[in-house]
């Protein structure tokens, strides 16, 4: 049974926006810290961000001020708002949902994933 799944994504040019969505379930939504990872070719996975129930978020040091995460209640989704893309921000992007939290080996439910592609 799939519990995340993520819509969005595609290739831009640099300066451009995307937006990722990452559907649900209920008890996923309400319950557990939910984020964004990416992975770029020969790099870690690296968490961009992340949100909890009551709204508080976190950012990577690397997309604060350009990427925007967000809750939808109405849709059990959270989404990731893009702007200001770069090059580097080049990577397969995952939607990740833990119930304690979204460090190392934390996550419990993973998305499919879907790319990303900055380039001129």
């Known amino acids: 049974q799939v519990q995340l799944v993520e819509s969005g994504g595609g290739a831009v040019q640099p300066g451009g926006s995307l937006r990722l969505s990452c559907a649900a379930s209920?008890?996923?939504?309400?319950?557990?810290?939910m984020g964004w990872y990416r992975q770029a070719p020969g790099k870690e996975r690296e968490l961009v961000a992340s949100?909890?129930?009551?709204?508080?978020?976190n950012y990577a040091d690397s997309v604060k001020g350009r990427f925007t995460i967000s809750r939808d209640n109405t849709k059990y989704a959270v989404s990731l708002q893009m702007n200001s893309l770069r090059p580097e921000d080049t990577a397969v992007y995952y939607c990740?949902?833990?119930?304690?939290?979204?460090?190392?080996?934390?996550?419990?439910?993973w998305g499919q994933g879907t790319q990303v592609t900055v380039s001129s």
């Open positions: 949100i909890v129930s009551g709204g508080a978020v």
């Open positions: 209920l008890y996923i939504f309400s319950r557990y810290y």
């Open positions: 990740t949902a833990g119930r304690y939290g979204l460090g190392p080996g934390s996550s419990d439910y």
